[in-house]
């Protein structure tokens, strides 16, 4: 029995993306992938139109019918008023786990880490990409970090179990929870308490920075990574780039209802139209594709036919392969050439099993005891810290004292440096000698506060949880 085509929704993006997604649809189909494309207009026309998300209705439709996006690449204009139409499908269809494979495909690529196969798994929808920003006072602008619980439970289970699915030995988790310790520490340790599931994994953690260093310098060494939103992003560009070449890097965007199937690169314009540009991202992109909607084998066929084309020294202008550079459709057609056939000297690719469906997560943490302790009132001021200090103190009353000022996070009262330099944005904590306080004296904190003339900008309320501190205390402490 024919198995029937699996919907799909295409978008066929700006630059070079028409041109290298005809090239890519061309490929599948002859490689046997059963599909039907439903084809939607996305970027610069939807732009144009007035739809500041890039995305029509029908659009948002057609990806909630299908749940598969094949997309090619889309310009972001550069300028305000325009949201980056990446970010904005990834969080609005809860995209949770950005899956990217770095493949060596030595000599035929030239690389100097010719062993090389390692995966990123990144996290999508969280940390500074929550893209929550506020000018605060005249020189300080802020983004909130968010992370969370249920987010570092989804994006760890979906890592351990790729590497499982996939047939890969050990996961690596990089963070910098040595300076992050409650944001970058709670993705570690979830990390670490999902890890204890899947003992048949080997399991390490590096912080990012070395981990980033070994990347660019020994990344043979890697198998599978798992990194929060922003890292995430920056490692599997490094890593796309020493694996050979950025235009060769497919990712996928895998959330429970939907996924998102994409090359790394952007939109070329400076090379669109002119036959030249390397579908090869895309292609990878679309093999898996065929691996999430369960046609592993047609990827297989269709991966191995385009390896034929590699080892037979084929490639567009920027693969540098032995032969004569090829246009993209003389490449594609060259692809097409070599379905059915197995390369020699780079890995088969056999019929992938599928990778894992996206899991819930298990019964949520415990609840803990949360009280208020204390809290940090940030004020826009331009003098000196004393005198805020004394300005300050008269906002005491009862237990609720002024326990330190803090500037750029670093102490400057009591007992601060003068060589610190400080700017118009003051972090001033208050604590209610070592009890809970109740929400209405913060509130009647900041009233007087202000009757005093003293500008503040937010209130970060002062957590504990089963007694721990929820808060960074000051550096300099
Ligand atoms: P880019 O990836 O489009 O181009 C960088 C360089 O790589 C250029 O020299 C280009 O010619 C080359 N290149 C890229 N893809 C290639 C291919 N398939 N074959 C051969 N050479 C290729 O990055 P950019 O110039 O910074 O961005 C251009 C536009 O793409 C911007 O509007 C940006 O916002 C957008 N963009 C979109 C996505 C996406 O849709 N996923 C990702 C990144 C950038």
């Known amino acids: 029995m024919t198995q029937s085509a699996t919907p799909i929704t295409v978008a066929r993006g700006d630059g070079v993306g028409p041109e290298i997604m005809q090239a890519c649809l061309r490929i599948l189909e002859a490689g046997g992938a059963r599909l039907a494309p439903e084809f939607i207009e996305l970027g610069e026309a939807v732009w144009r139109q007035g739809h500041s998300s890039g995305m029509t209705r029908e659009g948002w439709e057609s990806l909630r019918r299908t749940g598969v996006f094949y997309k090619a690449p889309v310009a972001t204009p550069q300028g305000g008023g325009v949201k980056s139409i990446n970010v904005t499908i990834r969080k609005s269809l809860g995209l949770f786990a950005n899956v990217r494979p770095c493949t060596a495909y030595a000599p035929f690529v030239p690389t100097r880490h010719p062993s090389m196969d390692l995966v990123i798994i990144r996290e999508n929808e969280e940390d500074l990409y929550a893209g929550i920003e506020h000018r605060q006072t005249q020189d300080v602008v802020q983004c909130l970090k968010l992370v969370t619980r249920p987010g570092c439970e989804r994006i760890a289970r979906y890592a351990f179990e790729f590497a499982r699915s996939q047939g890969r030995k050990r996961v690596t988790c990089m963070t910098k929870d040595n300076i ?282 002062l957590c504990a949880f089963d007694g721990q501190p929820g808060f960074s205390l000051g550096q300099g402490q």
């Open 180 to 461: 992050m310790k409650l944001t970058d520490g709670l993705f570690r340790q979830v990390f670490e308490e999902v890890g204890q599931d899947y003992p048949d994994i080997a399991q390490d953690h590096m912080i990012i920075d070395i981990g980033a260093a070994r990347i660019a310098d020994s990344p043979e060494a890697f198998d599978v990574i798992l990194a929060p939103n922003l890292y995430g992003d920056i490692i599997s560009d490094i890593a796309a780039q020493v694996a050979g070449s950025v235009g060769l890097a497919p990712s996928a965007n895998i959330g429970a209802r939907c996924a998102m199937f994409e090359a790394v690169h952007g939109s070329a314009p400076d090379i669109a139209g002119q036959d030249v540009a390397n579908p090869s991202g895309l292609l990878l992109a679309g093999l898996m594709m065929l691996n999430h909607v369960g046609q592993g084998e047609a990827a297989a066929r269709i991966h191995n036919a385009w390896l034929c084309a590699l080892e037979d020294g084929l490639g567009t202008p920027d693969m540098k392969g032995t032969g004569e550079p090829l246009g993209t459709r003389a490449f594609t057609a060259s692809v097409i050439s070599r379905m059915g056939r197995s390369p020699h000297s780079l890995k088969p690719v056999s019929a992938r099993r599928t990778p894992p469906a996206p899991i819930s997560n298990h019964a949520p943490a415990p609840r803990a005891e949360k009280t208020t302790v204390g809290v940090d009132l940030f004020i826009d001021w331009r003098g000196d810290v004393d005198t805020l200090a004394a300005r300050l103190k008269t906002l005491e009353q009862g237990p609720l004292g002024l326990q330190m000022i803090t500037n750029r996070g670093v102490k400057v009262w009591p007992e601060g440096l003068p060589e610190t330099n400080c700017v118009d944005h003051w972090r001033c904590r208050f604590m209610n000698g070592g009890s809970s306080i109740p929400l209405k004296d913060i509130a009647a904190l900041t009233v007087r506060a202000a009757e005093a003339g003293l500008e503040f900008i937010k209130t970060e309320n």
